[in-house]
């Protein structure tokens, strides 16, 4: 099997969780950290700060790069990230990375871009688009959908037949009812209980969550 390099956008936390799941995939090395705020050669863990998104071209064409993720827990600054570099490189390969532990049928179908992280549960039929992030031991049950730089957080349970719309940011341990339609930027607090559909750029919160404010 050919492996291939790639690199990882941000070296915060997030991005070094990424780190350990791309050196569990057999076909992927990873080369190191591209990130804005940090100096070239800083070491994160065992890799580097390779340099900043405005030397891409150069460390694409020097590194032999083949693709990489986008390291960014915030959704927002994620799909700004991502705007930032299909500036840059319009035909970039965004990779997903998706832990070995991670248990899915062939029914599910992934976008590009994705982190799919250990433990999390992806069940018939669901898909998964670009740039979202699945936590650690989350469940997402049949025939939901994930919008575009959506994130789960760690241990949260999604229901069947659930939409999460694009930029939403479903809270660690929370719980989505099934039928329920989460509509885009919403923003739902931790160990909330969701048993109806949303409005868009809203912040809810509670057991059974309610409406809080707008999420600007």
């Known amino acids: 099997m050919e492996?291939?390099?790639?690199?990882?956008?941000?070296?915060g936390g997030h991005g070094k969780v990424i780190a350990d799941i791309i050196e569990k995939?057999?076909?992927?090395?990873?080369?190191?950290?591209?990130?804005?705020?940090?100096k070239t050669g800083?070491?994160?863990d065992k890799y580097k700060v390779l340099g900043n998104?405005?030397?891409?071209?150069d460390i694409i064409k020097k590194e032999s790069i083949y693709g990489g993720v986008i390291g960014i827990g915030n959704n927002n600054l994620r799909s700004n990230v991502k705007n930032?570099?299909?500036?840059?490189?319009?035909?970039?390969?965004?990779?997903?990375c998706i832990h070995p532990s991670a248990i899915f049928p062939e029914s599910v179908k992934f976008g590009h871009g994705n982190v799919i992280m250990a433990g999390s549960v992806i069940n018939s039929s669901s898909v998964i688009m670009d740039h979202c992030i699945i936590n650690t031991n989350s469940t997402v049950e049949h025939d939901c959908m994930i919008d575009?730089?959506?994130s789960i957080g760690p241990a949260a349970a999604i229901g069947g037949n659930v939409k999460i719309g694009k930029n939403s940011s479903i809270g660690i341990g929370a719980n989505i009812f099934n039928n329920v339609v989460i509509e885009e930027n919403c923003l739902i607090g931790g160990g909330s209980l969701v048993n109806k559909n949303t409005k868009k750029n809203a912040v809810y919160f509670g057991v059974p969550a309610k409406y809080i404010r707008d999420n600007t």
């Open 3 to 11: 492996t291939k390099n790639i690199i990882v956008f941000g070296g």
């Open 25 to 38: 995939i057999p076909q992927f090395k990873l080369i190191g950290f591209i990130d804005n705020s940090l």
């Open 42 to 44: 800083t070491n994160i």
């Open 53 to 57: 998104r405005s030397e891409l071209k």
């Open 84 to 96: 930032d570099i299909s500036r840059m490189l319009k035909n970039f390969n965004f990779v997903n």
């Open 148 to 150: 575009d730089f959506s």
